[in-house]
């Protein structure tokens, strides 16, 4: 971990230490924004996901221009526990929790904030009600429907409701509602999206009447990515929407223009070897190829041909130009990989340092 | 940072909390001993490229079983700084260091220590030879030469022995030979085929000494890399030093081109869900796995394949026998597909011996990048 490296306030982006995480606060700002707006007066919030930035500075930064339930969303328990620690008061950790020492960091953590959790199995209700008893904490429950990643969660309506049931009846467990992911492809229209979100939402919406059907109360219908963010607030039920990448982009999101490219890998090119190609400092370790190659910000007739462990190598085409020494900025193609891999943020605004956030929660995998 | 349950030594390998990179010490010293052995009778050595793994107590195994140079390979100027505070004395940074502040900090670890450093053009051997003046320091250089990787290094040939007059005639440098890195299989190479293509590009290499000693230059080291290809630089007269990293603790990728060596660093992952009788789930996706060049491998479940690995997710799909497998709370073994990249994810290997935890063994380089 780099611990010593931590630019003044002020410093000046070309003498960064690279590669690093850079993050435009005033794009961050805009998107932030956009969420806060788009929520504003509705019904439906965002419970932004912390797995995507990994930092309570941001997830608190969020909440505060808001547009946000008042919580976030942590994908492990080590993550929530970074998330509680830095003051976040409600986190909702959206992956099932099954094994004892596990459930017990979350049911210690019940006595320090709002604890909800996703679950698909009554074995596993079963432990987390042991758990919150034995420290007499109450543990939210929300059922996972499985509605199109073919990963966890309920298969249909009459096990979730049956799930609900059996978590209602059993002590130190609230029972809060459901929730759901959907991934799609590239969508640019809204309108192809509203109906694709409509279409995989259904099936939650679905699972919430029956369980209300059965005199069970709901609070909380959890929904949606980055991708629903608008169209699955207009969809009657859905109270809060799961989204992250929203904060630093990406260019799988390359259609959602409303949001600006924050989170970007800073590079210098550390040799020119031949006409048309320059060596970049930063390779998957630091950038991350998972779903594709990162693109070059604001270069014209530059791309990354290809990117080993430490390298990019980046492609010029004639007119480009790229000499030993310049900085050149990398948009992910997926975030939250990129983001995975740096200890922390330097925030940037008009090119100078203004802020260092620790990615406190970086490495919690488990 | 990670947040790891610290296990108390003795704790079973399988009850640590998960997901866990850990490493079988036993694999790995044999792994060492099998390549380093390699390196025993012959004038070519081995350098440890600890990037691999950015472990000093991994780095100080590999020098003490013998074989090598002495020295280890960095890739950063980071790296380096952390190999340096860890009491390793010959650190040769392969790669291009062009900065200001950068060219400062190397020239102040200069001071501490022996560094060399690859240079591939002479405006950087210029700016490196002023820094180094400006120290007090010497940094031995080695010109580095493109063979295959499509990357950094001097075009071979009559520019490469230009570049080495320079580096040669400048204060504060030491031209100490040349270095080179051939391309790694890729896939579904096929080893022998593999063999004659990087014996090719080490030929590109070697060219290069026989050129400068030509032009009146001593050429004390040809340092080549990596582990692929060490089998083939042995035989070539000339080589002096073969850069490797990969070797103790192996990959997927790798296996193939060296089957005397076996994978000690795995994940363990575990269960969180087995919706339906053809899929498990575990709590293992690519933040903790990194399959960015390929998918890590499940072992030891006939019948399961580890298929998709989502941020936090990593599916596996089970046929016949398997689906009455790995049930919620089961662990799970996935041996890594690039070593580096895994690496990259965890603070601490998770290290064992005869299925007990031995310790924490800190990355102490992890996200050294810069």
Known sequence: MNEHYRPEPGTPMEDLETPCLVIDMDDLDHNMDVIADTYEGKSTKLRGHSKNHKTPAIAHRQIRRGGTVGGVCAAKVSEAEVMVHGGISSVFITSEIVEPMKIERLAALADQAEMLVACDQSSNARDLSKAAQARGVEISVVIELETGLARCGVRDTDSGVALAKEISALPGLRFRGVMSHQTIPDMPDREDRAVEAARTIKGVIDLKNAIEGEGILIDIVSTGETWSYDVAADIPGVTEIQGGSYLMMETHYSYMTEFHYAGKILATIISTPRPGVAIGDAGVRAVSSLSGMPTVFERPGVTVAALDSDHAVFKLESGASLKVGDQVLLIPAQQDAMVSRWDRFIGLRKGKVEVVWDITARGCHN | ?370
Request: net charge negative; proline share 6%; hydrophobic share 40%.
């Open chain 2, 1 to 370: 940072m990670e947040r790891p349950i610290f296990h108390p030594v003795g704790t079973p390998v399988e009850q640590l909390d998960t997901p866990a990179l850990v490493i079988d010490l036993d694999v790995m010293d044999q792994n060492i001993r099998t390549f380093q052995g390699y390196f025993s009778a012959t004038s070519v050595k081995a350098r440890p490229v600890v990037t691999s793994h950015l472990c000093p107590q991994i780095a100080r195994r590999q020098l003490d079983a013998g074989g090598t140079v002495g020295g280890i390979a960095v890739t950063t100027l980071g790296e380096a700084e952390v190999f340096a505070n860890s009491g390793f004395t010959d650190i040769l940074l392969a790669n291009q260091v062009v900065t200001v502040s950068k060219i400062r900090r190397l020239c102040a670890l200069a001071g501490q220590t022996s560094i060399g450093i690859a240079v591939d053009n002479p405006d950087n051997a210029k700016q490196l030879s002023e820094g180094a003046v400006a120290a007090g320091a010497e940094l031995r250089v080695l010109v580095e030469i493109e063979a295959g990787m499509g990357r950094c290094g001097v075009t071979p040939g009559a520019d490469a022995v230009a570049l080495a007059q320079v580096v040669d005639g400048l204060p504060g440098l030491r031209f100490t030979g040349i270095m080179g890195s051939v391309p790694g299989p890729k896939g579904d190479d096929d080893p022998s085929a593999h063999e004659a293509k990087s014996r090719a590009n080490l030929q590109v290499i070697l060219d290069n000494k026989a050129a400068m000693e030509q032009a009146g230059l001593s050429v004390s080291v040809v340092s080549v890399g990596g582990t692929h290809c060490y089998a083939q630089a042995i035989q070539m007269p000339g080589v002096t030093e073969v850069r490797a990293g990969r070797y103790p603790l192996m990959d997927h990728r790798l296996k193939p081109f060296l089957p005397a060596l076996a994978p000690a660093a795995r994940i363990l992952a575990s269960v969180i869900s087995h919706p339906i009788d053809g899929m498990a789930v575990l709590d293992a996706g690519h933040k903790a796995t990194a399959p960015d060049q390929g998918r890590p491998v499940l072992e030891g479940i006939d019948g399961g394949i580890a298929t998709r690995f989502s941020a936090e997710h990593g599916i596996v799909e089970l046929e016949g026998d398997a689906q009455s497998k790995l049930n919620p709370g089961d662990k799970a073994w996935l041996v890594p597909y690039e070593l580096g990249a895994t690496v990259n994810q965890y603070d601490y290997f998770r290290a064992y011996k005869n299925g007990k935890l031995e310790g924490f063994w800190p990355i102490s380089a992890r996200g050294r990048l810069a």
